[in-house]
């Protein structure tokens, strides 16, 4: 059974407050006339339905919205791009917390569904964010997928 009160919590989080300072930003950079780059956070469960109902939902559905701003917006100098983000380690997000509370199921993902055999650290993504927001990477567009390699494993 779907929770409707954590489905809505869900889209609200990964997608409607994003969107609300998307549209602060985006109509205060339409009538100064700046340039504009917005980077959304994915995740590899949008794409390979691996996680809760709710949360690979609302990340799909954030997904489609960052393609369609990014066509819609790029001719104004607006530069949307989506990382797709495969399986991320912080001390209190899902994997930091399975880490402390069942470290056998920690590591039996990390070497059954990590080709790479290590999780994205934070440290690993500043650099390509760094490039992303610099005015060189305008010629990348749409998804940026950051996973290890971990994708295409959840298929096999």
């Known amino acids: 059974m779907i929770c409707y009160l954590n489905f809505f919590e869900l889209f609200n989080k990964n997608l409607f407050i994003q969107s609300e300072i998307n549209n602060f930003i985006i ?85 059954t569904r990590m080709p790479l055999k290590k999780y994205i650290l934070p440290n690993e993504i500043v650099p390509t964010l760094n490039f992303l927001l610099d005015k060189n990477s305008r010629i990348i567009s749409g998804d940026i997928v950051l996973d290890n390699r971990e994708k295409s494993s959840f298929r096999n």
């Open 27 to 111: 109509k205060k950079s339409l009538k100064e006339k700046n340039s504009l780059k917005i980077i959304h956070i994915s995740t590899v469960a949008s794409i390979e339905n691996v996680a809760s109902v709710g949360y690979t939902t609302a990340k799909a559905a954030l997904n489609i919205y960052s393609q369609i701003l990014s066509k819609k917006l790029f001719s104004k100098n607006i530069d949307i791009k989506n990382i797709i983000m495969g399986a991320f380690e912080t001390n209190d997000n899902s994997f930091g917390r399975l880490k402390k509370k069942n470290i056998s199921a920690y590591k039996k993902f990390k070497n």
